[in-house]
């Protein structure tokens, strides 16, 4: 089946330093969304993208997708200990319309 | 967050009992999953039920069985487990409109799970 790669699997960082993490595909993707899981919480659906190139912004949350639709990524800039969790970028390919292919995940730590 | 219920919350059973699992959804979504998380592994999707029809079963044992008596309510029937079963169980919902686009899902609480 198919697979989408996400990087780092885990990220401490310093409050107010910024965050990325990463997700790829070896084949073209036609959507990717982005969720975030706090600790002991459950998958909350943050953005979709769908365009080659889109990005979007939730105040310090800057999403991208690639030109060629195979990566994406998440920025946050100056984190807060209220962005601790772990983000799953999920892929939407065509042909499988109703599912969702999950990355692994990025847990981050955000240090007071 | 209320879209979606999961009872119970926690369970704990053991490889020879038979129990199940319940989702509700309250958002009128016509779709629901059921995805298992494991520690250190990517969501795994289990199910996928649209109109009521199960559309996917990406290889699952038999030893998990699914209901999906109307839109609103799906069931996972377990039976005869085995300790690596343990995990949180999630269900979700998404409204699935025409077209080629993966929509938006709505995530329960989850069910943690211990098979003993």
């Known amino acids: 089946g198919q697979q989408v790669m996400q990087i780092p699997q885990y990220q401490h960082v310093q409050e107010g330093e910024d965050f990325t993490t990463y997700c790829n595909s070896s084949?073209?993707?036609?959507?990717i969304q982005w969720y975030k899981q706090r600790p002991g919480g459950h998958p909350v659906f943050l953005i979709q993208l769908v365009k080659s190139g889109e990005v979007k912004k939730q105040k310090r949350l800057t999403f991208q997708f690639g030109e060629a639709k195979k990566n994406s990524s998440l920025h946050i800039t100056a984190t807060q200990t209220t962005d601790v969790g772990t983000y799953f970028c999920?892929?939407?390919?065509?042909?499988?319309?109703?599912?969702?292919?999950f990355g692994s995940g990025t847990q981050l730590t955000v240090l007071p | 967050e209320t879209g979606v219920t999961q009872t119970p919350r926690h369970l704990v059973m053991g490889m020879t009992n038979k129990k199940s699992l319940k989702c509700e959804q309250h958002l009128g979504h016509n779709a629901m999953y059921w995805y298992k998380q494991s520690a250190k592994k990517p969501l795994e999707l289990m199910f996928v039920?649209?109109?009521?029809?199960?559309?996917e079963n990406n290889s699952v044992p038999s030893r998990f069985s699914p209901e999906c008596p109307n839109s609103s309510h799906l069931f996972l029937h377990l039976h005869t487990l085995q300790p690596e079963d343990s995990a949180l169980y999630l269900c979700?919902?998404?409204?699935?409109?025409?077209?080629?686009?993966?929509?938006?899902?709505?995530f329960g609480p989850g069910t943690r799970l211990t098979v003993t």
């Open positions: 039920y649209n109109f009521k029809e199960q559309t």
């Open positions: 084949t073209t993707l036609s959507n």
């Open positions: 979700a919902s998404s409204q699935d409109r025409s077209g080629s686009l993966a929509y938006e899902q709505y």
């Open positions: 999920a892929a939407g390919y065509s042909g499988s319309a109703r599912q969702l292919t």
